[in-house]
């Protein structure tokens, strides 16, 4: 009886892995200031996903901008558009955030599992993911890379268990590539770290004595033969080969790469987590009695280097050095004795216990089915922000059916092209990649009015605007005769050009100021 009293009291007791999960998917689920929408491009991931449903073809031109004729498009994320699409179907976008918030909380639970496991300690492990929670969190939207976060994490626990001599399931990558490569363009970080494993044991090989280098030789043969099974699993999506030229053609597009703000480099001058996690890197390597390994060396240049040249990769830094800080903080030399030392390692083995007696998975389990009765019951509501999208002059122009080609903000167009498809096209989104340096260049001509900025809206037969209100290109268009505006809140306004065919539209909405926003009070309501 004791012993069953014992297991059910267990089955009730949260494990920290528990708290994590929960904690997260919680968090982004039932509260709307998550930000899971703060990013437009779910928006055009939803419309994708409907047109390869509805004609049951991957696009491979651009079907959302009017621009003639149509700009190559490789829809590489086209598998999580056809989930999303079949999830907002039935749940609208709620459901869309709360499956990508189920993705986050699963992957930061199994990173703790992960970092569990190499260490008896419970203290770092917890600050760890605290500060890995805090990096990652930059980049926590409802959009495809979720599923590389959760992909990245499985493939690097399979690598370093096999590395290691503790698990041997290489087997597993090519089917998990073959499932990444159609889900999102990071299947690259999976090749990425094949790389750094085979760089680092190729290294060993070269250099360790003559006994030990057969064993190296045959990780690499075997690194060697997963990789080209990978490649192959690769070749299995619509667009064949072309999928591997995709991910080097978006970094090697140095213009793209400097004005694009999630390609720019992290700014040190903000709150980021991310710096406390490379020191607390950078101590535990300095200090640990243990050397890095060759490979392990790779991965730290690697990753470090990314996260530093581009914000967009500091989850997927956090996530690789997060293991090699708990396991080296085990090389790092015992504290002196004192009351200072002696309360957190008590604290340690008191929640370590705890953390052990804790059996099954309740309190995640329990979280899920308040969240699908919530969900399901209506009391769930996520939806884009009006007061940073542009919703309510959307709802206008759906109600207007405005013609002509318009020029739009890139954040607005792809909520316009959520909203709209296929009733209004625009001219630039979130597709940066797809657009090119070119285009963007052009873009930036006109909202910076630099020289023959009026010929590029001329060329593109531009003859309406929805832009910011509180930009200077809203602002200086209200001083033209030759635009006016027809509607104006405080997110966005809609100019059309003073010509015959807007002439109805003019006289009915005589609009003379800007909903801008005047005060620091008004801006904070």
């Avoid at 929408?37 to 996903?49: E, N, S």
């Avoid at 699963?106 to 990096?135: A, E, M, N, Q």
């Avoid at 760089?199 to 006994?211: E, I, K, R, V, W």
Wanted: proline share 4%; with cysteine; charged share 15%.
């Amino acid at each position: 009886m004791m012993n069953n009293s014992s297991d059910t009291k267990s089955f009730f007791i949260p494990s920290i892995a528990d708290l994590v999960f929960v904690v997260i998917f919680l968090f982004l689920s039932l509260y709307d200031i998550s930000g899971m929408l703060g990013d437009g491009d779910t928006g055009y991931h939803i419309r994708a996903g409907e047109y390869i449903v509805r004609t049951l073809s991957v696009p491979t031109q651009d079907i959302f901008s009017f621009h003639s004729p149509p700009l190559p498009w490789t829809a590489h994320e086209w598998l999580t558009e056809v989930i999303m699409y079949f999830i907002h179907s039935v749940f609208g976008l709620s459901g869309v955030v709360i499956f990508f918030a189920l993705l986050l909380a699963l992957t930061h639970y199994f990173l703790f599992r992960i970092l569990r496991s190499y260490t008896t300690d419970i203290l770092l492990p917890i600050l760890v993911i605290i500060l890995v929670i805090g990096s990652s969190h930059i980049h926590w939207l409802a959009r495809p890379h979720v599923f590389s976060f959760l992909l990245m994490i499985s493939w690097y626990y399979l690598l370093d268990a096999w590395h290691r001599d503790r698990m041997d399931r290489l087997y597993l990558l090519p089917l998990l590539m073959l499932l990444w490569v159609n889900l999102h363009g990071g299947f690259l970080g999976g090749f990425m770290l094949l790389g750094a494993y085979l760089a680092g044991n190729l290294f060993s090989m070269l250099t360790a004595p003559l006994d030990e280098r057969d064993n190296y030789r045959k990780k690499c043969w075997q690194l060697g033969l997963t990789i080209g099974l990978c490649l192959i699993a690769c070749l299995i999506n619509p667009r064949g080969y072309h999928i591997l030229l995709f991910p080097f053609k978006l970094v090697s597009n140095k213009y793209l790469m400097d004005h694009v703000s999630e390609f720019l480099s992290p700014n040190f001058h903000q709150f980021m987590p991310f710096k406390y996690l490379l020191f607390l890197l950078i101590i535990v390597l300095a200090v640990a009695k243990k050397r890095l390994d060759a490979v392990e060396l790779v991965l730290v240049l690697l990753f470090t280097n990314m996260a530093l040249y581009s914000a967009r990769y500091i989850p997927l830094f956090a996530f690789i050095v997060a293991p090699l800080i708990v396991r080296y903080a085990n090389y790092v030399p015992a504290f002196p004795d004192n009351a200072f030392t002696r309360f957190f390692a008590h604290r340690s083995r008191n929640i370590t216990l705890a953390d052990a007696s804790a059996k099954g998975c309740f309190w995640p389990i329990v979280a899920i089915l308040i969240v699908s009765i919530a969900g399901m019951s209506g009391r769930i509501h996520h939806s884009f922000d009006s007061k940073v999208k542009a919703v309510e002059a959307v709802e206008f122009l759906k109600k207007e059916h405005i013609n002509g080609n318009m020029f739009d903000d890139d954040e607005f167009g792809d909520y316009i092209i959520y909203a709209t498809w296929p009733d209004y096209k625009v001219f630039f989104d979130g597709r940066s990649d797809m657009y090119g340096s070119a285009m963007l260049k052009e873009y930036g001509k006109i909202i910076s009015f630099s020289p023959g900025w009026e010929e590029l809206l001329a060329k593109n037969n531009i003859t309406w605007i929805i832009y910011g209100t509180n930009s200077m290109l809203s602002r200086y268009l209200q001083c033209r005769s030759d635009w006016r505006l027809i509607y104006s809140d405080k997110v966005a306004s809609i100019f059309v050009k003073n010509i015959p065919l807007y002439a109805p539209i003019i006289e009915k909405y005589k609009l003379t100021k800007l909903a801008i926003i005047e005060d620091k009070d008004d801006a904070m309501k």
